[in-house]
């Protein structure tokens, strides 16, 4: 709200003092918000520190289970076309704070060998269940680091929110007020010392 542009009113006083009071509680929401949104995402930081570290590990050594698996019995194609593809991952979401964080969920099941013991052997078996490990991994932390990324998303745009209201919103309005009372206590001062004027003109003309 531009001072050039506001009538120095009563109605528009109001008007700019209702204003700032919700842009103030608009303020207080966001930065409450904001608060929330950050203790969220640093409690996720900590899961995903811990699963980076523990998937980076099951990667190494299901890789080096891998090649030796490789190497004992050939390249295991044949082995792994064998292997039943996982259809029971399901996405479902949750709200923190109007933020739509992901929540995965999927059959935790013991590894079961499903290939034949014929082509395969005891590094097979170590590499198959080691993936089996790394599948679960790779689950969790997709649903952490994707609500990482929602979650400072959210805060991002939260924190302009907020500095827009807090830097800009509310100093104009408040400069608003402060124009719109001065000027309305200047035509005030004016009316009063032209009233005073009117008064003693007429108690002048009756004296005469």
Not at 16 to 37: F, I, P, Q, T, W
Not at 80 to 97: F, G, N, Q
Not at 104 to 129: C, H
Not at 148 to 157: D, M, Q
Request: charged letters at 30%; zero cysteines.
């Amino acid at each position: 709200m531009s001072d050039s542009k506001v009538f120095p009113t009563k109605g528009n006083l109001l008007k700019a003092k209702k204003s700032l009071e919700l842009a103030k509680v608009g303020y207080d929401l966001l930065d409450r918000k904001r608060n929330v949104l950050i203790r969220e995402m640093m409690l996720l930081m900590d899961k995903v520190k811990i699963l980076r570290n523990e998937i980076t590990d099951s990667y190494s050594l299901g890789y080096y289970l891998l090649q030796q698996a490789n190497i004992s019995t050939g390249v295991i194609n044949d082995i792994a076309t064998s292997v039943t593809v996982d259809d029971s991952i399901k996405v479902t979401y949750r709200s923190v704070m109007g933020v739509e964080l992901p929540s995965v969920s999927f059959n935790k099941t013991t590894p079961r060998l499903e290939y034949g013991f014929k082509e395969s052997n005891s590094r097979v078996d170590e590499a198959y269940i080691q993936f089996h490990k790394i599948k679960e991994l790779t689950i969790l932390l997709a649903e952490v680091d994707n609500s990482v990324y929602r979650l400072a998303s959210a805060i991002r745009k939260t924190q302009k929110r907020a500095n827009a209201l807090k830097n800009i919103v509310i100093p104009n309005l408040e400069n608003t007020i402060k124009f719109i009372a001065e000027a309305m206590e200047e035509k005030e001062r004016e009316e009063f010392s032209r009233l005073k004027i009117i008064k003693a003109n007429k108690q002048q003309e009756n004296t005469i």
